[in-house]
């Protein structure tokens, strides 16, 4: 550049006395600060070279200040955006009501993103792909019309869209018996305190402000499966643990408190199945099977079926029943098969529970 110069951390920028400051000389710095928020988030280097934002000052007096960006010559991977021609209909998971994308792994998670930069949602679906089958809508409507059709694990939004905005759609999620228990994670330029606030009223799980790292969102996403899982796996192995412990939401625990009325009142009854369950929840049956699929990982008949074991362990626990006439009293004929079941479902005879019990007081 022809001057001489001395590199200095921005730090040193904040650290000037008020009176010094000039009010164009504060616009650049927080400009070089936001740069290097983006370059930090974005830049991915696959050899490990560093990304460099460096400041500096002019030791002479007529030289403004100045920063330099330096980035490694050699980059193993580059981020390709606009490498190919895509369709709006390419990145919609459902082309109409009976056609979805082929399912290659049914056992990973199900995870819809919803975004109407279709260059951010095909980058987005191909970095996550390789862990959870990946859904896509380019706003809340079709994200809402998806929800009808498939049982997701976790729902990611951007906020700012067309027809339904990401806002809206955490609000009929969440306020939605069908879809309350899916976790939802918006993703915003949004920075403000009340931007976020807004987002958290709502019900959201996870707010993420953009630009992020790919990294820490596939870390938030694993972390909040991970404990949905571990809630859900404690339940059905914990004998008196009730089922609104799998409630994160006001809408579920209700919805739960009602589910476990009805199966309760009629625990001994052999016909209680998903139909009649349905017709009693005042649900279609592939809503409540998405919604009891979703909520406890579970199908209608198996939750029934653990209820019962529950019921039977909270009898057992009051030490006034033998273990046959409790197996009568939820519904099993033979008691040979509620004791199978038990042990299956708890780890642990009903003689050997009733035992534990009676040593622990």
């Not at 625990?267 to 929840?281: A, C, G």
Request: net charge negative.
């Amino acid at each position: 550049m022809g001057k001489a110069v001395e590199n200095i951390d921005s730090t040193e920028y904040l650290r000037v006395k008020s009176y010094r400051i000039d009010k164009s000389f504060v616009n650049a710095l927080i400009s070089i600060i936001l740069l290097k928020a983006v370059v930090t988030c974005y830049c991915t280097v696959g050899n490990g070279e560093p990304v460099i934002l460096r400041v500096g000052r002019c030791v002479t007096d007529d030289c403004q200040q100045f920063f330099l960006l330096s980035l490694p010559i050699h980059q193993d991977y580059q981020m390709d955006l606009k490498g190919e021609d895509y369709s709006k209909a390419d990145y919609l998971a459902w082309t109409d009501d009976n056609e979805v994308e082929a399912i290659e792994d049914p056992s990973k998670p199900f995870i819809m993103l919803v975004e109407d930069n279709l260059e951010i949602l095909n980058y987005l679906a191909r970095d996550l792909g390789g862990s959870y089958n990946i859904f896509r809508a380019s706003d809340g409507q079709q994200a809402i019309d998806l929800l009808q059709k498939e049982n997701f694990q976790l729902v990611i939004s951007d906020i700012m869209m067309p027809v339904m905005d990401g806002i809206e759609l955490c609000r009929k999620m969440k306020n939605d018996v069908r879809f309350s228990h899916i976790p939802i994670i918006l993703l915003t330029a949004k920075t403000s305190i009340k931007s976020k606030l807004e987002g958290l009223g709502e019900g959201a799980d996870a707010y993420i402000e953009k630009p992020f790292s790919l990294d820490f969102l596939s870390a938030q996403i694993a972390s909040m499966i991970k404990n949905r899982n571990i809630v859900k796996e404690y339940f059905a192995h914990s004998p008196l643990t009730h089922m609104k412990g799998i409630g994160f939401s006001k809408a579920d625990q209700n919805f739960l408190e009602q589910l476990n009325t009805i199966i309760s009142e009629r625990v001994t009854d052999s016909n209680l199945d998903v139909d009649l369950l349905s017709s009693l929840m005042n649900m279609s049956r592939p809503t409540l099977y998405r919604k009891i699929k979703g909520i406890s990982d579970m199908s209608p008949n198996e939750l029934i079926n653990l209820s019962r074991l529950k019921k039977a362990a909270a009898l057992l626990a009051e030490n006034n029943y033998k273990i046959n006439e409790v197996a009568d009293m939820v519904g099993y004929s033979v008691p040979s098969n509620f004791s199978r079941d038990f042990q299956k479902q708890f780890g642990m005879s009903p003689s050997a529970y009733v035992s534990g019990l009676q040593q622990s007081k």
